[in-house]
């Protein structure tokens, strides 16, 4: 497993996507996934800390978890479907024993950002979904830029020295 952090989040401007980046914390890599509207709110609300009077769905769900006695122990997107969508898991310790709860990449991230819990991505959908994304001033292969070509507009809007 590799630990990523987040170093993106964003709207592509053509498409109306939301996107999620993620950057592995020793090298270049990142993962870039497509995320609802709902789910990217969710996400920048941890990721600035910010507070609301009444609770969202994953405040509920960490509450839950704390309530029987678990702790949200990390995040891990550990596999392609068929149909190239990614597929998550929430490791919860609870009791002595860690379950693993089945859910979508964009719902395991806002739950560990909730606890501040690691992420990780499984080395093989890092190698079969993500991109190596070096300075602006480096050419980037054409396997990478066909992996990129949904993201090229959020990506070229980042600013990839300050990642």
Not at 117 to 136: C, F, N, R, S
């Amino acid at each position: 497993m590799i630990e990523v952090k987040v170093r993106g989040l964003g709207k592509c401007l053509s498409t109306h996507w939301w996107l999620l980046m993620l950057k592995e914390e020793r090298n270049s890599r990142y993962l870039l996934i497509i995320i609802s509207s709902a789910d990217a709110h969710a996400i920048a609300l941890r990721l600035t800390k910010t507070r609301l009077q009444r609770p969202l769905t994953h405040d509920l769900m960490q509450s839950l978890i704390e309530t029987l006695g678990g702790k949200v122990s990390c995040a891990c997107i550990d596999h392609v479907l068929s149909d190239s969508r990614l597929y998550a898991q929430v490791v919860v310790v609870m009791r002595g024993r860690r379950l693993y709860v089945d859910c979508r990449p964009s719902d395991a991230v806002a739950l560990a950002l909730q606890a501040s819990a690691p992420i990780y991505v499984e080395e093989a959908v890092m190698a079969e979904k993500g991109t190596v994304l070096q300075d602006q001033h480096e050419r980037v292969s054409p396997e990478e830029k066909e992996k990129l070509a949904p993201f090229a507009e959020f990506v070229n809007g980042l600013d990839l020295d300050g990642l």
